[in-house]
């Protein structure tokens, strides 16, 4: 079956670094996501990554690796509005997205 | 980017009735609309794809007679829940999308009573 593995919960300190990690196991790999969403809102898009790598974006960065299906999201100079889900998807050969279950960030003062 | 209007963001409904949401795409051709329900401290969930022109592809577990899916033009996909009941109130979100990124409607919030 199809599996995207990341924590439930991490806790940060605001004006840390926090690094939030996905494993995936899917039928095809067409993209990875990160989907940042506070509670009772829609997702917003954070990232894409299709090759290997780091991609950078201001604050945060995404990273993956495909033969180890794994990917990181990377927060850094982390604000008390970055608390919030933070959601892995990977798009899977069929095109559709496949959703992992959401890692909930606490950032304390 | 693309903008997905979803309509309405909330509503309360009485059980037995039925409610009908609309997604909006307002600057991109939406071939395809998916429609997605999440549940609290859960993950979206995939219920139904919706391809314009054409039925609904509904995921396992989804009643197709119960989530009523249309997508008659390249702008406008709905999604009604009918004789709806408390066990149905969640979070809905429609969602369409490029290659690149995956575009979400605002979202609806349910509540049966």
């Known amino acids: 079956g199809q599996n995207i593995d990341q924590p439930t919960e991490m806790t940060a300190t605001e004006g840390a670094i926090v690094q939030i990690n996905c494993t995936y196991q899917?039928?095809?790999?067409?993209?990875l996501f990160w989907y940042q969403q506070h509670a009772g809102e829609a997702p917003t898009f954070l990232s894409y990554?299709?090759l290997d790598g780091l991609e950078e974006k201001g604050r945060f960065s995404s990273f993956l690796s495909r033969s180890k299906g794994y990917s990181y999201l990377l927060l850094k100079e982390l604000q008390m509005k970055d608390s919030a889900s933070y959601l892995c998807?990977?798009?899977?050969?069929?095109?559709?997205?496949?959703w992992g279950a959401g890692t909930k960030l606490i950032i304390k003062p | 980017g693309a903008v997905v209007s979803q309509h309405p963001s909330r509503v309360i409904c009485k059980s037995g009735t039925s409610v009908k949401i609309e997604c909006r795409s307002l600057?991109?051709?939406?071939?395809?609309m998916f429609w997605y329900r999440q549940f609290p401290k859960q993950s979206l969930m995939l219920m139904a794809t919706s391809n314009e022109g054409s039925k609904a592809t509904y995921e396992q577990g989804v009643e197709k007679d119960k989530f009523l899916i249309n997508h008659a033009s390249l702008t406008l996909s709905t999604l009604t829940v009918t004789s709806a009941h408390p066990e149905d109130s969640s979070f809905y979100i429609c969602?369409?999308?490029?290659?690149?990124?995956?575009?979400f409607g605002q979202g609806t919030r349910l509540t049966v009573v």
């Open positions: 998807a990977v798009r899977d050969s069929n095109y559709q997205l496949i």
């Open positions: 600057d991109f051709q939406a071939t395809t």
């Open positions: 899917t039928s095809g790999f067409n993209g």
């Open positions: 969602s369409t999308g490029q290659d690149t990124e995956a575009f």
């Open positions: 990554n299709v």
